[in-house]
T-cell receptor
């Protein structure tokens, strides 16, 4: 039961912003939006998460729509090292038994020189 | 600040042999997750420990697989006897608590001949 929908792939130019969309129309009030990425031959890497406010850290920005049914991960200045599979995951983050992290197919992002 | 540490990074063994994968949690984390990733099935949760106690082992494929946490900072995943279909990349991840952000290790690529 997929809780998020992402495009299977996208290309972006090096140095430009990469905007990765994610739909999560059935998100519940206590569920956060998490983003991870997996660079080839590496473990999944946490990027950012948010509940309803926009969030920014050293890696990316997360924009969540007011109705929380979709979000966009923004890599402000994509580099070749940002080529990876990006996963959008919704999950509760309240109690110890809310530990499930379901990785779907993600979006394969290719940054081109 | 060391992340999750896994060893070995690569393991090649023959069918029927015992395999032991090792994981060191991030200092201060009390939750430990073992995942397996294959092309066919993606990233699957095998087992989840909280405070050294196995909470959910429903993802463990069969009795040939066992996992332990002999102390708060270390875990092992053992496969005995190993089979070719066990070939995969095995990741461990840790978090402050079960519902918190999970941080993944670099993985162990297992090949069973």
């Amino acid at each position: 039961d997929a809780k998020t929908t992402q495009p299977p792939s996208m290309d972006c130019a090096e140095g430009r912003a990469a905007n990765l969309p994610c739909n999560h129309s059935t998100i519940s009030g206590n569920e956060y939006v998490y983003w991870y990425r997996q660079i080839h031959s590496q473990g999944p890497q946490y990027i950012i998460h948010g509940l309803k406010n926009n969030e920014t850290n050293e890696m990316a920005s997360l924009i969540i729509t007011e109705d929380r049914k979709s979000s966009t991960l923004i890599l402000p200045h994509a580099t070749l090292r940002d080529t990876a599979v990006y996963y959008c995951i919704v999950r509760p983050r309240v109690r110890s038994n809310d530990y499930k992290l379901s990785f779907g197919a993600g979006t394969t992002v290719t940054v081109r020189a | 600040d060391a992340g999750v540490i896994q060893s070995p990074r690569h393991e090649v063994t023959e069918m029927g042999q015992e395999v032991t994968l090792r994981c060191k949690l991030i200092s201060g984390h009390n939750s430990l997750f073992w995942y397996r990733q294959t092309m066919m099935r993606g990233l699957e949760l095998l087992i989840y420990f909280n405070n050294n106690v196995p909470i959910d082992d429903s993802g463990m494929p069969e009795d040939r697989f066992s996992a332990k946490m002999p102390n708060a900072s270390f875990s092992t995943l053992k496969i005995q006897p190993s089979e070719p279909r066990d070939s995969a990349v095995y990741f461990c991840a840790s978090s402050l608590a079960g519902g918190d952000t999970q941080y993944f290790g670099p993985g162990t690529r297992l090949t069973v001949l």
